[in-house]
């Protein structure tokens, strides 16, 4: 079973909810949903493990901002999938249900979803066509269906106060890439001919980790959890197969959205077709793709914040994020969306992004949202760099 019941459903901490970062969406008619980029990975098989049964200071970050903010729903990107769920019983028991410096009161979930991924799973295929199969270091990380040095790394985790439903959820780690009409098969520029031969192309996966539609029995109804993070639209080459796979990995969202027959869209267990239409929902990830800026191709994300189907509400910001993307810009990094849009600090070449989405369904009603990125020169800010991406929050009723 990949759900586990850890603990009898927590009691509500908090008797109202909070529309700011420091409380919870408390109340039976309210959900807080979150996605958070925890860079709790680690280049060595079983280093997660490793580290969590130490003392992490980074996973007492982490498990700080998760105190801080309390979602009742969260998913959690880059975090190493091990078979045996070590890390996931260690970050729960040792950092997450012990108060931490900065955080707040012992935050217990009781579900949990997690499955294998497709990172750093070898191919047995040549995929950055180097002319060798696997290799040493990014080698052999480029050769695996997606990035990675061991299987399981960067993977996803998904903690709920409420029971997911584990016979409805739908997985499609191992839908093919060539399986979706119209999918973008990359081309060599130099010679106008496909980047892969037909043999490679009709093998690939599209998900370079995996995407996951887990339904969640809250008080609000059955809420589907649509989770993913896809491959960043970087190194590559001049064919851009890695832009080309971001945008068809964010299009998959779209289509499950969308309705109508779909046979090619088929999840592991073999079931076809998409998110019924009725059906409640909220996106979730570190989709790797600014509507505005970076290397992506941003025709994909911004189909999906203007698909019928997800809730029209401001996007979220913080005082941190307006703060550091507007130092950049007196360097010469300047942004073209909204400075407080930011979901991340990539640093000096590329500044800040927002890659990191809450996209909750029509049917639910918006009441707060935020970016737990606070002010540099507050003492919150001390938890808040365990990653380089911020943790993304939304209430809804």
Known sequence: MRILTLLAPMTLLLAACSTTPGGSAGGS???RLATYNTSLYSDDDGGLIHELQGDSAHARKIAAVLQQTRPDLVLLNEFDFDEAHQAADLFQQRYLEVAQPGGGEPLKYPYRYLAPVNTGVPSGLDLDNN?????????R?????GYGLHPGQYGMLVLSRYPIDEAAV???QMLKWSEMPGALRPVDPATGT??????VWSQLRLSSKSHWDVPVRTPLGTVHVLASHPTPPVFDGKEKRNAARNHDELRLWKEYLDGGNKPWLCDDKGLCGGLAPDARFVIVGDL???????????DAIVELLEHPRVLRYPTPTSVGAEQTSLAYAEKGVVRRGAPQHA?????????TMRLDYV????GLSYVGSGVFWPANDSPEAKIADGSDHHLVWVDVK
Do not use: C, I, M
């Open 141 to 145: 990380g480029n050769d695996a269906w």
């Open 194 to 199: 496909s980047f892969w031969p037909d043999a």
């Open 29 to 31: 008619d309210q959900l």
């Open 170 to 172: 739908r997985t499609f």
């Open 343 to 351: 979901t991340g600090d990539f640093g000096p070449r590329s500044g």
């Open 288 to 298: 790797n793709n600014d509507p505005a800026d970076g290397d992506g191709r941003h």
């Open 131 to 139: 002319g060798t199969v696997g290799g040493k270091g990014r080698e």
């Open 359 to 362: 996209l909750p369904s029509t």
